[in-house]
């Protein structure tokens, strides 16, 4: 038997995977008292508002945000820093090698590819952060909805 917390956590797993999912995802209740479908329907919308009112989090405007920027232009400027990095001490190895201007630009290079790698590390970081920023709110706002829907007498998966 699946317990709330199960499906809630399941729900806004399937949520995060797609934006249409995300909208989906409250649970699901069941008329225990044998409230009729329009009254479902009525109680169903008084609890969705409730439950964003007091919760501040709209599955709808989450379902519709625009994904976060990317790209190689995105960024801290990992890539900038890196290629100075790379090239200062490029300099310095290719001065005691004789050809300091060989090795400022192999270091720049490698400093390149480096900060690119940072750049993508932290995009994943980031980008891991707000799914979970996200999973978190849908969780609450799933709580209070589920909350809602008890006190009217239905039963929720």
Known sequence: MITLRKYILLAALAGSMSCDGMAQSKPIAYPAKGQSAQTQQQDDGACYSWA?????VDPAAMANAPPPPSGPAVGGGERVQGAARGAAGGAVIGAIAGDAGKGAAIGAATGTMVGGSRARQNRRAAAASTQSQTQGSMDTFNRAYAA?????????K
């Open 52 to 56: 964003k009112n007091n919760t501040g």
């Open 148 to 156: 809602c829907m008890e006190g009217r007498g239905y039963s929720i």
